[in-house]
């Protein structure tokens, strides 16, 4: 009896152990008693100090580094020396950032399996990965960052950094997300910031419609896709004004093949595990001249939209040694400032969005696939191996076919993991090549004047931005940065034969001859992720540029002022006004028949006609123009065009909708192909008006709290690994995607910045999160609140580590420790 | 009881290991528990208590936010849950780390208790 209860309560309690020890929750791993121990669980991610007073014997320094805390936790670092400078940088950002800045990189390099284990998707996902090469093209940028000293210098002494912080962590003092999935930082290495900044390349310049587009050109043939896709965008203002000069002569053009490339048969696409990636990542940059501007300086501005997460994508620092002093915001994970200033100049980035992506169908011997068909002969397929560890399970290998194209992400038989992304083809992707935009980031930090500026840009590849300029001498410049390949009219735009050379990049777009600017007429540049330049520029570009809204409202907005303040940009960085709806609405309202609509509907029409086009949170006609709008493009093309496999189709560029549904009402598309009546505009305004009415009746109930924009739509800011609770969900936003207070669901402007260039230098900025990334700290999401009331702080650009201020509040001294 | 308590707490504040609470019971029962009774309750009164008492200390202090972050992600109502499964997790874990140490240690007594 004794032995029985005995055998029994040592089974009960070894059974105990067992299930908190590693508890089989259904989304991840999970210590139940680990994570809820109060000496070292969760318990131990309470708030920090703010007020650092401390000094820190830190083994790796080479001189005393001076930290000054400001009240909103942004650190001005005041080193000796360059490498001092980025040991600390690293050091901070670890301290503050360290389970996001590696969490990014588990994503990049296709690693999640190893913290998640074998959750649905996330194999795929890392294959998904390492098929489109994120590792290779890392490998490559970082052999290349290491042929420039000073940025070798800042990328070892920030990953030295990040090591030192990595290595004081003990089991409590670890980040609360390391202690949610249960497992442990590793130690931090050059690779993965050049990971990082792969990611990010991915994230901007990752996608493009050639699959998509190839499949719709099968179908209708080119004269229609030239219709639906046209070459100059619906009232597009180009970034480079129309009437700048090319003054060089252009390198000659490769010539196009006899006919274009199509596919011989089209695999029907499997069902892909998720849709299209999303492509509205969009962001906004200008510039004022001092002539149009009270102080006579310029001033400069910029709101990059981004997805949005907690933490933010943002770290803010100031970064001072014998030869910098710059202020703005940093990736975590990568040396220097990203977006800022300095005493001289100031500079921002909007995404590029010209297409350095293409896809070329690879036709294999066999299915072993050990040789591919190219300019009439076989050649070797070289293959990668990448082992995917998966949490808990036996380690799955994969294996990469590599053409001297680029990787064949998928196999005809495979699930891509996206709609876009084709089966059977080789990916050529820009930021497969080695470059270094470290250095550009390590010489525009240190930049002077505009010959430093296009120096530094003349190091910056991929990817592709629109670099806004300013400086205190006076000068404005915008660039439409990037390495562009160099391309026959028309190339790219569908899928490629990777047969023939006639589809090779031939060569790229010489620097000097990029879309670039310096002090126009006009007195401002403004760019918006649309159309860079006109007809006239001398080569081929194309992209998945931004309709027209954004970047016409700016320039709209900006021609008509004069004695700008930073006030008056910070309110253009707000604007609300929906430009589309202002372009369309009126068109669309006059066809309705207010006789056949019922009462209700009568009242959502009123809420139209009496609208100001401004999307206010608390306005109620943006969510009826959303619904309108979309059921609009639906009744317009659904039986214009062919469905894919899975019944979705690809519009056109929305510029064209635009223009069908404000100029030119009497188009054929107009009529439905699937009856026997000719429908005309006004049918089918009639009919997607009262179908948009319904659905947000049964979606929202009758007009009332619920349709107000900011409840209707809002914005979440969701937590990075998608963690519950750990988010800001349902803020209550103004603005869309195609206004410039660029607003989405999940994203938004990320970074609000405004400099005025002086002696000193102005600034102000905002983004949606804080400083800190331990959710546990009220400086994790600090600035939101003041980012949702459209509020700006002033940042402190200090010149030394005496300088006073009331705002300063804490200071850590770094000795070195022998 | 109370030297299982200070032990206890001395070892959670040197380690990070968290089955402290089944060890240090577990060990108590075995070397000095008097009976099942008294080594259960020891073993749930040490590790509950201290348990408690921590989980309530940062509750009410530094974890004033990330307890209902936490909350949250869980799926709890109340922050104060927290607490109590923390408490919880001490008593059951030990009074059963106790009770098991106790009825080995008795396996191997000559004379029946």
Redesign the interface.
């Known amino acids: 009896m004794k032995l029985i209860k005995a055998i029994a309560f040592s089974i009960l309690t070894g059974g105990l152990f067992l299930l908190l020890q590693d508890f089989p929750a259904p989304q991840i791993p999970f210590s139940v008693g680990a994570f809820f121990n109060p000496f070292s669980g969760f318990w131990q991610n309470g708030e920090e100090p703010v007020r650092y007073q401390e000094t820190l014997a830190i083994a790796g320094l080479q001189e005393p580094v001076v930290v000054i805390w400001d009240d909103r936790r942004v650190p001005h670092i005041f080193a000796q020396n360059d490498y001092d400078l980025y040991f600390v940088q690293g050091y901070l950002t670890a301290r503050h950032r360290l389970w996001q800045m590696e969490f990014i990189t588990f994503v990049a390099s296709g690693r999640l399996a190893e913290i998640l284990g074998d959750k649905p998707g996330i194999v795929a996902h890392d294959r998904f990965r390492r098929r489109t090469g994120m590792v290779y093209a890392a490998e490559n940028a970082l052999a290349s960052m290491q042929t420039y000293g000073p940025a070798r210098v800042a990328l070892d002494a920030y990953t030295a950094g990040v090591n030192r912080w990595i290595a004081g962590l003990s089991e409590a003092t670890l980040p609360l997300e390391y202690k949610i999935l249960h497992y442990q930082p590793e130690i931090w290495t050059p690779l993965k910031s050049a990971l990082l900044l792969k990611y990010m390349a991915w994230d901007l310049c990752g996608r493009n419609d050639e699959v998509l587009k190839t499949r719709l050109r099968a179908a209708l043939g080119d004269a229609e896709m030239t219709k639906l896709f046209p070459s100059t965008a619906f009232r597009t203002e180009t970034i480079i004004p129309p009437q700048t000069r090319w003054s060089f002569r252009p390198v000659s053009a490769p010539a196009p093949p006899e006919s274009l490339f199509m596919p011989e048969s089209l695999v029907e696409l499997p069902a892909p595990l998720q849709s299209t990636g999303s492509a509205d990542n969009g962001s906004n940059n200008w510039v004022v001249s001092g002539k149009k501007t009270a102080s006579g300086r310029p001033i400069l501005c910029n709101d990059p939209h981004l997805g949005l997460n907690l933490p933010c994508i943002w770290y803010e620092n100031q970064l001072v040694s014998p030869n910098v002093n710059v202020y703005g915001v940093s990736l975590p994970g990568a040396p220097g400032v990203i977006i800022g200033f300095n005493k001289h100049i100031a500079w921002g980035v909007t995404n590029a969005a010209t297409d350095v992506m293409d896809w070329y169908q690879v036709r294999f011997r066999d299915k072993n696939a050990d040789a591919y068909w190219y300019d009439g002969q076989w050649r070797p397929v070289n293959r990668r191996i990448e082992a995917i560890k998966i949490r808990g399970k036996p380690t799955v290998f994969d294996t990469i076919p590599m053409t001297h194209h680029g990787p064949v992400a998928y196999r005809e038989n495979e699930h891509p993991l996206r709609r876009d992304l084709p089966l059977g083809a080789a990916l050529r992707w820009v930021p497969h090549d080695a470059s270094n935009e470290l250095r550009a980031f390590w010489l525009l930090n240190r930049a002077k004047n505009y010959a430093d500026f296009v120096e530094a840009l003349a190091h910056y590849d991929a990817p592709a931005q629109n670099f806004v300029f300013a400086s205190v001498d006076g000068d404005i410049a915008l660039h439409h940065n990037g390495k562009f390949p160099l391309r026959w009219p028309g190339q790219g735009a569908y899928l490629s034969d990777g047969s023939d050379p006639t589809y090779e990049w031939d060569g790229f777009i010489p620097r000097e001859h990029i879309p670039k600017v310096l002090n126009p007429r006009q007195g401002f540049l403004q760019s918006a992720n649309q159309n860079p330049v006109t007809e006239r520029y001398p080569y081929y570009l194309h992209g998945n540029y931004a309709t027209f809204e954004r970047g016409r409202r700016i320039h709209e907005r900006l021609s008509e002022m004069s004695n700008i303040t930073p006030e008056d940009m910070m309110q253009l960085q707000l604007d609300n006004l929906n430009l589309r709806a202002r372009t369309v609405l009126p068109t669309m309202l006059a066809a309705l028949d207010t006789a056949r609509l019922t009462a209700g509907e009568m009242q959502v029409y009123h809420l139209l006609e009496q609208w100001d086009y401004q999307n206010r949170r608390d306005a109620r006609a943006p969510i009826v123009f959303e619904a309108w709008w979309d059921e609009a493009l639906s009744a317009l093309w659904d039986d214009d065009l062919p469905a894919d496999s899975l019944g979705v189709i690809l519009y056109p560029e929305e510029g064209v909708s635009m223009q069908l549904l404000c100029e030119d009402t009497a188009s054929v598309y107009f009529d439905r192909r699937d009856t026997p009546e000719r429908e005309s505009y006004a049918a089918v305004m009639q009919q997607s008006y009262q179908s948009a009415c319904r659905e947000l009746i049964t979606r929202l109930g009758p007009p009332g709290d619920r349709w107000r924009w900011g409840a209707a739509r809002g914005t979440d800011i969701r937590h990075l690994a998608r963690i519950p609770g750990l988010g800001r969900m349902g803020l209550p936003t103004d603005g869309n995607y195609a206004i410039v207070n660029a607003t989405r669901k999940y994203g938004g402007p990320s970074w609000r910045m405004v400099v005025a260039l002086g002696n000193p230098p102005q600034a102000w900025g905002v983004y949606p999160g804080g400083q800190w990334g331990n959710p546990g700290s009220a400086a994790y999401d600090q600035f939101v609140d003041k980012w949702l009331a459209g509020q700006y702080y002033e940042l402190l650009y200090l010149s030394s580590a005496k300088q006073l201020h009331e705002r300063l509040v804490g200071k850590t001294l770094l000795q070195p420790a022998n | 009881m109370i030297l299982s308590f200070l032990i206890l707490l001395v070892l959670?504040?040197l380690t990070?290991y968290?089955?402290w609470?089944?060890a240090v019971p577990?060990l108590y029962g075995f070397f000095r528990g008097k009976s099942g009774r008294q080594s259960l309750l020891a073993g749930l009164v040490s590790a509950g208590l201290l348990?408690l008492v921590?989980?309530l200390?940062?509750?009410l202090?530094?974890?004033?936010?990330?307890a209902p972050?936490?909350?949250?992600?869980?799926?709890l109502a109340a922050p104060e849950g927290?607490v109590a499964?923390?408490a919880l997790?001490g008593m059951?874990?030990g009074g059963?780390?106790g009770?098991?140490g106790f009825?080995?240690r008795?396996?191997f007594r000559k004379t029946p208790h």
């Open positions: 959670q504040m990070p968290w089955w609470i089944f577990l348990w921590a989980a200390y940062h509750f202090g530094d974890a004033a936010l990330v972050r936490v909350a949250q992600m869980l799926g927290l499964i923390s997790i059951v874990c059963c780390a009770l098991t009825l080995v008795d396996l």
